[in-house]
């Protein structure tokens, strides 16, 4: 039986921590590939959150930090939409509201179902570039996962339908469980 590709998008230190045991859970039961857009890189700074998290070198490195937000976001969508098409992933997983998220622009574009972690969180100030993202993913997701009761209210608010909101908390809980002894 084929197991399902998923492509996992990830660009900022905060979006490794909480993703890391979801990470662990692809690459056991999908054909998963891992992109970091590079947008907050510095290696050191990285890479021990891979090597302390246990988390393996991403498959395609975008490379897609930039002197201004508005080139980095260019670069995010149009190295992901290269990647997407060479990969053709089954589905796309994006956490949070950084650019990063923004891939899912492309991925809806080639018709790819966009699954957005951490949906619904509003901070209701259209001036932070966050709330910005936040609101353009979660109304192109095919499925949002809120963390929360508030998060999927927002949701519907927004006009969501109720069947592409499911809430699954946050996967801070297993990160903090599975890495308890070491901290």
């Known amino acids: 039986m084929k197991k399902l590709k998923v492509m996992t998008i990830v ?3 905060p979006e490794i921590i909480r993703l890391s045991r979801v990470l662990a859970k692809l690459d056991e039961h999908t054909e998963h590939v891992l992109v970091h857009t590079g947008q907050n ?3 050191e700074l990285n890479q021990i959150f891979f090597d302390d998290l246990d988390i393996r070198k991403p498959d395609h490195f975008l490379e897609a930090a930039a002197s201004s937000a508005a080139e980095t976001v260019g670069l995010i969508i149009a190295k ?5 098409e060479q990969v053709q992933p089954d589905a796309l997983l994006i956490l949070g509201d950084t650019n990063s ?3 899912a622009y492309p991925a809806k574009r080639r018709k790819i179902p966009v699954f957005h972690m951490e949906a619904g ?3 209701f100030d259209q001036r932070v570039p966050e709330e910005i993202n936040r609101r353009i993913v ?10 929360s009761d508030i998060a999927r209210e927002y949701l519907l608010r927004e006009g969501l339908p109720a069947d592409r909101i499911i809430k699954t908390g946050s996967p801070m809980f297993e ?4 890495y308890r002894e070491k901290i």
Do not use: E, K, P, S
Not at 138 to 147: F, R, V
Not at 175 to 178: E, F, K, R, T
């Open 11 to 13: 660009g900022t230190r």
């Open 41 to 43: 890189y510095d290696y």
């Open 80 to 84: 992901t939409d290269r990647v997407l």
């Open 101 to 103: 998220c923004l891939a």
């Open 121 to 123: 969180n509003r901070c």
């Open 138 to 147: 979660d109304h192109t997701a095919d499925i949002n996962l809120t963390y």
């Open 175 to 178: 990160v903090l469980a599975h």
